[in-house]
């Protein structure tokens, strides 16, 4: 599967953003996703991962409370809304996918996942 990430940009700090995954070339509703972020100096690390259905999700614990992932089968689409950002929450932002026969099952780990998008940047000011 292709991932096209995009929604990236500049916003203050408490401001919200969303980010879009947009999927083609396979059935997307076989694919558990995730987003991650890698900030300057960084290790890349997982935001939020959901399920092929959508109705599992994982949040980074500094991400919970904060940030959505929700998915759109029928649109082949995968979103992050962010809310109340912070500045540590500066970072390009990847979305990932991994085909998988486990309905209920969202991966977290990087190696995990077979295809990556190309990032996003989100830019928070104070």
């Known amino acids: 599967v292709q991932l096209q990430a995009s929604g990236g940009g500049l916003v203050q700090a408490g401001g919200s953003l969303r980010l879009s995954c947009a999927a083609s070339?396979?059935?997307?509703?076989?694919?558990?996703l995730g987003w991650f972020r890698q900030a300057p100096g960084k290790e890349r690390e997982l935001v939020a991962a959901i399920n092929r259905s959508g109705g599992n999700k994982y949040y980074a614990d500094s991400v919970k409370g904060r940030f959505t992932i929700s998915r759109d089968n029928a649109k082949n689409t995968m979103y992050l809304q962010m809310n109340s950002l912070k500045l540590e929450d500066t970072a390009v932002y990847y979305c990932?996918?991994?085909?998988?026969?486990?309905?209920?099952?969202?991966?977290?780990?990087?190696?995990?996942?077979?295809?990556w998008g190309q990032g996003t940047l989100v830019t928070v000011s104070s």
């Open positions: 990932a996918a991994r085909s998988t026969i486990g309905g209920g099952v969202y991966y977290t780990l990087q190696s995990e996942y077979g295809s």
């Open positions: 070339g396979r059935t997307f509703s076989d694919y558990g």
